[in-house]
């Protein structure tokens, strides 16, 4: 099958899939950075991740207050946290998933 734009120029079926296919890319691409701005800029207080109190007290001293302020950091970067570690960050992590962020850079199983 064979499609005919303005005079001379011919695309194929297979050109037209591929323009979709790259279109659809680009727009699952932008999503994506879009929920992740979303998610950054989130001025929600960790309270309401119902951390326990060493992750709290923790992030709360290295002056973490808000969800978007939590997810600029990655596991490297937590881990370093006095009194957190590991399962501190898989606490944490947990904490988020149940509001509904799913953050693979907190994870500590590799």
């Given amino acids: 099958m064979t499609f005919f734009i303005k005079k001379n120029i011919m695309i194929t079926k297979k050109e ?3 323009a979709i296919n790259l279109i659809e890319s680009y727009k699952i691409q932008e999503l994506i950075q879009i ?6 800029s989130d001025k929600r207080n960790i309270s309401i991740l119902g951390l326990g109190t060493r992750e709290e007290k923790c992030l709360y001293s290295y002056e973490i207050n808000t ?3 939590l997810l ?3 596991r490297r970067e937590l881990i370093r946290f006095r009194n957190l ?4 960050v898989e606490s944490i992590n947990k904490s988020l998933k149940g509001i509904g ?3 693979t850079d907190f994870s500590t199983k590799n």
């Fill in 16 to 18: 037209v899939l591929s």
């Fill in 85 to 88: 570690g590991k399962k501190g």
């Fill in 101 to 103: 962020i799913l953050t």
């Fill in 67 to 69: 969800i978007g302020e």
């Fill in 35 to 40: 929920k992740s701005l979303a998610v950054e």
């Fill in 72 to 74: 600029n950091l990655n």
